[in-house]
């Protein structure tokens, strides 16, 4: 069989293992695996990205709370 990843022997093992107690061939094991890790990283970054979306709701309002004054001695920002 042709393999198109490099394996360490061990995790290589460790697949065949599974496949083996699941009842499905390594190429079967291998695509739902990394089926399931895409599906995994696709919902995680539609959830960070929809709990972003509102982040700077409402601290506009905090902000226009803080007067608009030159810094105070010793607040300036340094020279690059």
Known sequence: MTRVF???NSLLKR??????EDGVS???W???ALAQKIGAMETAAAFFKHRSAGAGKGLSS???LIPNNPPMPGDELPRA
Do not use: G, I
């Open 30 to 32: 291998v695509t739902s």
């Open 15 to 20: 697949a065949e293992e599974l496949a083996r």
């Open 62 to 64: 905090y902000l226009d």
């Open 26 to 28: 390594l190429d079967v």
């Open 6 to 8: 490099d394996l360490p």
